[in-house]
C-alpha cells in the first residue's frame, strides 16, 4: 500500500490536536508530509535491521551504571513510578515515553536513523524470531549480573535508586504521594512482592488490600518471560484478543472519551494519570483486551504457579526489551483510529471543558535521548507524533481508515440496551434487526457488551476473567474456539495503592460479541435473542462466579 493513501497532512493532524474539543470539519488533504523517522514492522526488511541497532542499544544501556538516568533498569523504573494504566492518559504517557527510549536507543546504539519496530501481533500472533536474540530478551546472559537473584538486583540498584528519590522535586514527589508511594520503601514493596502489615478490618469490612505476592515485579534472569524460542506462540485466548475483529472493533468508537465503554476509544476519565477514578475503572476495548492480556501471557501470569512471573505482567514490564515493539503497535493503533477520525470529520480528543484538564496534566519523570531531565512537561505534549518526527509502516486496522476524507460527524449513538442481572447471570434482549446487521457479511458492525462486576482484591485476585454468552448452566471453562466463548478481559499489573481506588470500586469493560456466538446463528425467525452473559475466572480457576452488577449492550 502506498502511504500516500492512508496519511493526512501534518498540518491537518496539529490543527485538530489544537482543536481537540470539536467535531468541526478539519480541512482534507490526501497526503502527509513524510515524516524523518519510519517505525517498520518487525517482520519487515527494515524492521529486521533496525533490531540489530536495537539490541547494541539495549546492550549499551545495560552496561552503563545504575546512576545513569540511561541506565536499562532505571528506565524501567519511570515506568514502575510514572506509568498510568486504566485511564485516558494511556496512550499518551506512552507516546513520551517510548518517543525519548527511542531517542535513547538513537544515541547508544550509534545508528542515527533508528527507528523502533513494532510488533503486529494482529498479524503475527507470536514473538518475532530475533526478540530471542541476545540482550532482546530478558532470559539472556547479559541480565544475569543484575537479576540472577533477588539479593543481587537489589546491590545493583537500591543505592542508585534511593539516592535517586531524594533527589526529586515537590511536584514529582506529590505525584508518588498520589500514587501511593509515599515512601522508597513502599515502592520497593512492590518489586520484592513484600505484604506490608494490614490494618485490622473495619467494622463492615470490605474487599480492600493491594499487596498480594502474585504482584512481586522483579523477576530472576531465567522467569523473566515466559515464551521462548521453542514456544514463542500466543495462546488461543491471547490469539482472540489480538485478532483482526477485535483491532477493528477497538477502532470504532466515534469518541476519545465517553463515560459508556462501548462509546470511548480510551479508559475511564481520572483525576489525575496517578489516581484512580471515584466510582468505577472503565477499561477502553484495547487497552483491556490486546494490551493487558499480551502483556501477561508473555511473562507468564497464571501459568508458572507460584511464581515470580515474568516481567511483562507487572510495572518493570520494560526490563523486557519486547515491552515497546508491543507499545508501539498500540500507538500505531491510536494513530490508526486518529486518521480514522479525521477522514470521518470526527473529534480526536476530549471536548470541552475537559480538553485543557487533559493537556495540561504534567508529566514528571520522562529522561531524553541525551540522558537529561525532560523537565515539567504536559500531556498535550505528546498528542501528535510530530513530537518525535515519526509515523508507521501500515500495519492491521488501517483498513478501517476510509480511503476519502468527505465524511461527516456521526450522528449522536443509539441509546445503550439495559439488561438486568438475575443471580450473577448478565440478560440482555436483542431485537432481530439488530442481530442481523450484526451478522451482516459486510458493513455490519459487532454488538459490543458493556459489563460491571466488583473489582476483583485480597490475597490472589483474579486477573483474567471469561466472557461467556448462553452457555449452559454448570459451564465455568472453555476453549477459544467454543461457540460460547467472546473473549478474555485482562487486568494488567499490580494495583498501586493510589490507583486501586476504594474498596467497594466496581471494574467496568467493553467486549465485542464475536458474529460466531451460538446465540446468533441460532436466531432463525426469531423476533429477538435473549443474550445470557456470564463471566468466569480465567484459566480454570476453581473460583466461585463472578458476582456481576450490571450488563448493556450497544447497536453502534
Not at 515502592?187 to 463492615?204: F, K, L, R, S
Not at 470504532?252 to 468505577?280: G, I, V, Y
Not at 505534549?381 to 486496522?397: I, K, L, N, Q, T
Given at each position: 500500500?502506498?502511504?500516500?493513501?492512508?496519511?493526512?497532512?501534518?498540518?491537518?493532524?496539529?490543527?485538530?490536536?489544537?482543536?481537540v474539543?470539536?467535531?468541526?470539519?478539519?480541512?482534507?488533504r490526501?497526503?502527509r508530509?513524510?515524516?524523518?523517522?519510519?517505525?517498520?514492522?518487525?517482520t519487515?526488511?527494515?524492521?529486521?535491521?533496525?533490531?540489530a541497532?536495537?539490541?547494541?542499544?539495549?546492550?549499551?544501556?545495560?552496561?552503563?551504571?545504575?546512576?545513569?538516568?540511561?541506565?536499562?533498569?532505571?528506565?524501567?523504573?519511570?515506568?514502575?513510578?510514572?506509568c498510568?494504566?486504566?485511564?485516558?492518559?494511556?496512550?499518551?504517557?506512552?507516546?513520551?515515553?517510548i518517543g525519548?527510549?527511542?531517542?535513547t536507543?538513537?544515541?547508544?546504539?550509534?545508528?542515527?536513523?533508528?527507528?523502533?519496530?513494532?510488533?503486529?501481533?494482529?498479524?503475527?500472533?507470536?514473538?518475532?524470531?530475533?526478540?530471542?536474540?541476545?540482550?532482546?530478551?530478558?532470559?539472556?546472559?547479559?541480565y544475569?549480573p543484575?537479576?540472577?537473584?533477588?539479593?543481587?538486583?537489589?546491590d545493583?540498584?537500591?543505592?542508585?535508586?534511593?539516592?535517586?528519590?531524594?533527589?526529586?522535586?515537590?511536584?514529582?514527589?506529590?505525584?508518588?504521594?498520589?500514587?501511593?508511594?509515599?515512601?522508597?520503601?513502599?515502592?520497593?514493596?512492590?518489586?520484592?512482592?513484600?505484604?506490608?502489615?494490614?490494618?485490622?478490618?473495619?467494622?463492615e469490612p470490605?474487599?480492600?488490600?493491594?499487596?498480594?505476592?502474585?504482584?512481586?515485579?522483579?523477576?530472576?534472569?531465567?522467569?523473566?518471560?515466559?515464551?521462548?524460542?521453542?514456544?514463542?506462540?500466543?495462546?488461543?485466548?491471547?490469539?482472540?484478543?489480538?485478532?483482526?475483529?477485535?483491532?477493528?472493533?477497538?477502532?470504532?468508537?466515534?469518541?476519545?472519551?465517553?463515560?459508556?465503554?462501548?462509546f470511548?476509544?480510551?479508559?475511564?476519565?481520572?483525576?489525575?494519570h496517578?489516581?484512580?477514578?471515584?466510582?468505577?475503572?472503565?477499561?477502553?476495548?484495547l487497552e483491556?483486551?490486546?494490551?493487558?492480556?499480551?502483556?501477561?501471557?508473555?511473562?507468564?501470569?497464571?501459568?508458572?504457579?507460584?511464581?515470580?512471573?515474568?516481567?511483562?505482567?507487572?510495572?518493570?514490564?520494560?526490563?523486557?526489551?519486547?515491552?515497546?515493539?508491543?507499545?508501539?503497535?498500540m500507538?500505531?493503533l491510536?494513530?490508526?483510529?486518529?486518521?480514522?477520525?479525521?477522514?470521518?470529520?470526527?473529534?480526536?480528543?476530549?471536548?470541552?471543558?475537559?480538553?485543557?484538564?487533559?493537556?495540561?496534566?504534567p508529566?514528571?519523570?520522562?529522561?531524553?535521548?541525551?540522558?537529561k531531565?525532560?523537565?515539567?512537561?504536559?500531556?498535550?505534549?505528546?498528542?501528535?507524533?510530530?513530537?518525535?518526527d515519526?509515523?508507521?509502516?501500515?500495519?492491521s486496522g488501517?483498513?478501517?481508515?476510509?480511503?476519502?476524507?468527505?465524511?461527516?460527524?456521526?450522528?449522536?449513538?443509539?441509546?445503550?440496551?439495559?439488561?438486568?442481572?438475575?443471580?450473577?447471570?448478565?440478560?440482555?434482549?436483542?431485537?432481530?434487526?439488530?442481530?442481523?446487521?450484526?451478522?451482516?457479511?459486510?458493513?455490519?458492525?459487532?454488538?459490543?457488551?458493556?459489563?460491571?462486576?466488583?473489582?476483583?482484591?485480597?490475597?490472589?485476585?483474579?486477573?483474567?476473567?471469561?466472557?461467556?454468552?448462553?452457555?449452559?448452566?454448570?459451564v465455568?471453562?472453555?476453549?477459544?474456539?467454543?461457540?460460547?466463548?467472546?473473549?478474555?478481559?485482562?487486568?494488567?499489573?499490580?494495583?498501586?495503592?493510589?490507583?486501586?481506588?476504594?474498596?467497594?470500586?466496581?471494574l467496568?469493560?467493553?467486549?465485542?460479541?464475536?458474529?460466531?456466538?451460538?446465540a446468533?446463528?441460532?436466531?432463525?425467525?426469531?423476533?429477538?435473542?435473549?443474550?445470557?452473559?456470564?463471566?468466569?475466572?480465567?484459566?480454570?480457576?476453581?473460583k466461585?462466579?463472578?458476582a456481576?452488577?450490571?450488563?448493556?449492550?450497544?447497536?453502534?
Amino acid at each position: 500500500m502506498d502511504r500516500t493513501d492512508f496519511n493526512l497532512t501534518r498540518r491537518d493532524v496539529l490543527v485538530a490536536a489544537a482543536a481537540v474539543a470539536g467535531a468541526a470539519a478539519v480541512p482534507f488533504r490526501p497526503a502527509r508530509a513524510a515524516a524523518k523517522y519510519t517505525r517498520p514492522n518487525v517482520t519487515s526488511p527494515a524492521g529486521q535491521r533496525m533490531l540489530a541497532s536495537y539490541a547494541k542499544g539495549v546492550q549499551a544501556m545495560l552496561d552503563l551504571p545504575a546512576d545513569h538516568p540511561q541506565n536499562w533498569f532505571r528506565n524501567a523504573f519511570i515506568h514502575m513510578m510514572d506509568c498510568p494504566h486504566g485511564n485516558w492518559w494511556f496512550y499518551v504517557w506512552h507516546r513520551g515515553y517510548i518517543g525519548y527510549f527511542e531517542r535513547t536507543i538513537r544515541t547508544l546504539s550509534g545508528d542515527p536513523d533508528f527507528a523502533l519496530p513494532y510488533w503486529d501481533w494482529t498479524q503475527l500472533p507470536q514473538i518475532p524470531d530475533g526478540m530471542f536474540d541476545g540482550p532482546l530478551t530478558p532470559t539472556d546472559s547479559a541480565y544475569l549480573p543484575y537479576t540472577g537473584n533477588l539479593a543481587r538486583f537489589s546491590d545493583f540498584v537500591t543505592p542508585a535508586l534511593t539516592k535517586y528519590w531524594d533527589s526529586l522535586s515537590p511536584d514529582q514527589l506529590t505525584q508518588l504521594n498520589n500514587r501511593g508511594y509515599k515512601a522508597f520503601g513502599d515502592m520497593w514493596n512492590d518489586v520484592t512482592g513484600y505484604i506490608p502489615p494490614q490494618p485490622p478490618p473495619p467494622a463492615e469490612p470490605k474487599s480492600g488490600g493491594y499487596a498480594v505476592t502474585e504482584n512481586q515485579a522483579f523477576c530472576v534472569t531465567s522467569s523473566a518471560r515466559y515464551l521462548s524460542r521453542d514456544n514463542p506462540k500466543l495462546d488461543d485466548k491471547t490469539a482472540v484478543d489480538v485478532s483482526l475483529f477485535m483491532i477493528i472493533a477497538g477502532l470504532l468508537p466515534k469518541h476519545f472519551n465517553e463515560a459508556f465503554a462501548p462509546f470511548s476509544f480510551t479508559s475511564a476519565k481520572t483525576p489525575s494519570h496517578n489516581t484512580a477514578p471515584p466510582n468505577s475503572k472503565v477499561f477502553s476495548l484495547l487497552e483491556g483486551f490486546p494490551h493487558n492480556k499480551t502483556h501477561n501471557y508473555l511473562g507468564g501470569f497464571s501459568r508458572t504457579d507460584p511464581g515470580p512471573y515474568g516481567n511483562m505482567t507487572n510495572n518493570l514490564s520494560p526490563v523486557d526489551p519486547i515491552f515497546f515493539l508491543h507499545h508501539a503497535n498500540m500507538d500505531r493503533l491510536w494513530d490508526v483510529w486518529t486518521r480514522k477520525q479525521m477522514r470521518e470529520r470526527g473529534p480526536i480528543g476530549p471536548a470541552d471543558p475537559d480538553a485543557a484538564t487533559f493537556n495540561n496534566e504534567p508529566f514528571l519523570f520522562y529522561i531524553d535521548g541525551d540522558g537529561k531531565p525532560v523537565g515539567p512537561a504536559k500531556a498535550g505534549d505528546y498528542f501528535d507524533m510530530s513530537v518525535f518526527d515519526y509515523d508507521y509502516e501500515p500495519g492491521s486496522g488501517e483498513e478501517i481508515v476510509p480511503k476519502t476524507g468527505d465524511g461527516l460527524v456521526a450522528a449522536a449513538p443509539p441509546q445503550p440496551i439495559q439488561g438486568s442481572v438475575v443471580a450473577n447471570v448478565g440478560k440482555v434482549a436483542v431485537p432481530a434487526a439488530a442481530v442481523r446487521g450484526h451478522l451482516a457479511a459486510t458493513g455490519g458492525r459487532p454488538l459490543v457488551a458493556q459489563i460491571t462486576l466488583p473489582q476483583p482484591s485480597g490475597p490472589s485476585p483474579t486477573r483474567e476473567f471469561d466472557i461467556l454468552v448462553n452457555a449452559p448452566e454448570g459451564v465455568t471453562q472453555v476453549l477459544a474456539d467454543s461457540p460460547y466463548y467472546a473473549g478474555t478481559f485482562a487486568l494488567f499489573g499490580a494495583h498501586t495503592p493510589g490507583m486501586h481506588g476504594h474498596g467497594d470500586m466496581d471494574l467496568t469493560f467493553a467486549v465485542p460479541l464475536p458474529k460466531t456466538l451460538r446465540a446468533f446463528t441460532e436466531l432463525g425467525a426469531a423476533a429477538e435473542a435473549t443474550l445470557n452473559i456470564r463471566v468466569v475466572p480465567s484459566h480454570g480457576q476453581n473460583k466461585p462466579a463472578v458476582a456481576l452488577k450490571a450488563v448493556s449492550l450497544a447497536t453502534q
